[in-house]
């Protein structure tokens, strides 16, 4: 398994917290459930105690990684020093050879969310783009073969 970044933003730290916090509640309906389940007789064909045993598994399973992991994270609080180059938790707007803009932020791999264009600090695109600066190009290896950008914007909010 491949070394994550121990960084993480304020936010996915909370978020990470507010799952942990969540989970623990879910897991108390859950043994809830399964307890019921049990109650009814034979366990071995009894779907809904199978469902609920392997539910249960699945959710002490993510108790367990987060409860390892959230210790080990540095959340990252505040602005760099020098906004006018790439560093974690920037929001950085690329535009390619045709002219097309687009806008990435670097975040920790707890919290990457390709749907907003946020993305691991441990990706090819982020390790590409950290310590660059206004108007420098990078060249990155992306599932369509090689391709250059140029940073167009950086921004820290």
């Given at each position: 398994?491949?070394?994550?970044?121990?960084?993480?933003?304020r936010?996915?730290?909370?978020?990470?917290?507010?799952?942990?916090?969540?989970?623990?509640i879910?897991?108390?309906?859950?043994?809830?459930?399964l307890?019921?389940?049990a109650?009814?007789?034979?366990?071995?064909?009894?779907?809904?105690?199978?469902?609920?045993?392997?539910?249960?598994?699945?959710?002490?399973?993510?108790?367990?990684?987060?409860?390892?992991?959230?210790?080990?994270?540095?959340?990252?609080?505040?602005?760099?020093?020098?906004?006018?180059?790439v560093?974690?938790?920037?929001?950085?707007?690329?535009?390619?050879?045709?002219?097309?803009?687009t806008?990435?932020?670097?975040?920790g791999?707890?919290?990457?969310?390709?749907?907003n264009?946020?993305?691991?600090?441990?990706s090819?695109?982020?390790?590409?783009?950290?310590?660059?600066?206004?108007?420098?190009?990078i060249?990155v290896?992306?599932?369509?073969?090689k391709?250059?950008?140029?940073?167009?914007?950086?921004?820290?909010?």
């Amino acid at each position: 398994m491949a070394v994550r970044s121990l960084y993480i933003t304020r936010a996915g730290y909370n978020n990470l917290q507010g799952e942990l916090n969540h989970i623990w509640i879910k897991r108390r309906e859950v043994t809830a459930a399964l307890a019921d389940a049990a109650a009814e007789g034979d366990r071995s064909e009894n779907a809904e105690y199978i469902y609920r045993k392997k539910e249960l598994r699945g959710i002490d399973r993510r108790i367990r990684y987060l409860q390892k992991r959230i210790p080990e994270l540095n959340v990252v609080d505040e602005q760099p020093s020098n906004t006018n180059t790439v560093y974690f938790a920037a929001w950085v707007t690329l535009e390619d050879p045709e002219g097309r803009e687009t806008t990435y932020r670097i975040v920790g791999s707890d919290e990457f969310d390709p749907g907003n264009n946020w993305i691991s600090v441990d990706s090819p695109m982020a390790k590409a783009l950290i310590g660059k600066a206004m108007d420098e190009e990078i060249l990155v290896e992306t599932p369509k073969g090689k391709q250059r950008f140029t940073v167009i914007a950086i921004l820290y909010k």
